[in-house]
């Protein structure tokens, strides 16, 4: 299957620092990457939905000057957590959808474990 | 969003097969039914996915209901390696976007 890559796995950042987040999809080319973050004992919540070359999509409620997305290419997206906080502590997932067929679906990296001191 | 609803827990023993319910009573025509799983401090796993018709892959099988307003993920023969938490997704035909219900926390009883 398709394989979607996260780097890094875990970072410790102090508080007002930016930290930025890789997704990368490492055998298939990603029309649209989405970025979900997940609390302890939750459930995923989608943040942002990124189409390459064009500007991300917010959710409600996410704000689009604290997380930052790029999605430069048809393999890579970022996020960047600016000036972070205790509270943007939180393990964040990355999905990636090829985008070829209407039937196909994303396929989640193995999230990244942010710890904001 | 349609959302989904799925029982917070069930348990299974190891061998035997299992049935996880979600209903969607929201759907619209087009939404895909999607199932996924995620053990702790991973992203989620693709297990299956379907639109109207039953469908079977290696891992499990889905039931759709013939309205649509629920389906079945099949575990024919549960491991320990099954215990996860599942969850039943519809994707939104127009965005592609999948928003999660809290899903079924699956317990393998040995």
């Known amino acids: 299957g398709a394989v979607v890559s996260q780097h890094p796995s875990w970072v410790i950042c102090k508080s007002g620092t930016s930290v930025k987040i890789e997704c990368r999809s490492l055998d298939f080319q990603a029309t649209t990457m989405f970025w979900y973050r997940q609390f302890p004992k939750q459930s995923l919540m989608l943040m942002a939905t990124s189409n390459e070359g064009s500007k991300a999509t917010y959710e409600q409620g996410v704000e689009k000057d604290k997380f930052l997305i790029n999605h430069a290419s048809l393999t890579l997206s970022t996020l960047t957590v600016t000036s972070a906080h205790p509270e943007d502590s939180s393990f964040y997932i990355c999905?990636?959808?090829?985008?070829?067929?209407?039937?196909?679906?994303?396929?989640f990296g193995p999230g990244t474990r942010l710890t904001v001191l | 969003d349609a959302k989904t609803t799925q029982p917070n827990s069930m348990e299974s023993n190891e061998e035997e097969p299992v049935h996880l319910p979600c209903n969607h009573s929201?759907?619209?025509?087009?939404?895909?039914i999607h199932w996924y799983r995620q053990l702790p401090s991973q992203g989620p796993e693709y297990v299956i996915h379907g639109l109207t018709s039953n469908v079977n892959n290696r891992m499990a099988s889905l039931a759709i209901a013939e309205d649509r307003k629920s389906s079945t993920l099949i575990l024919h023969r549960a491991t320990l390696r099954d215990a996860a938490v599942y969850y039943c997704i519809l994707r939104d035909s127009g965005t592609y976007k999948y928003i999660f219900g809290t899903g079924t926390r699956l317990k393998v009883l040995a």
């Open positions: 999905s990636a959808r090829e985008g070829r067929e209407r039937t196909d679906t994303q396929y």
């Open positions: 929201t759907i619209s025509g087009t939404d895909y």
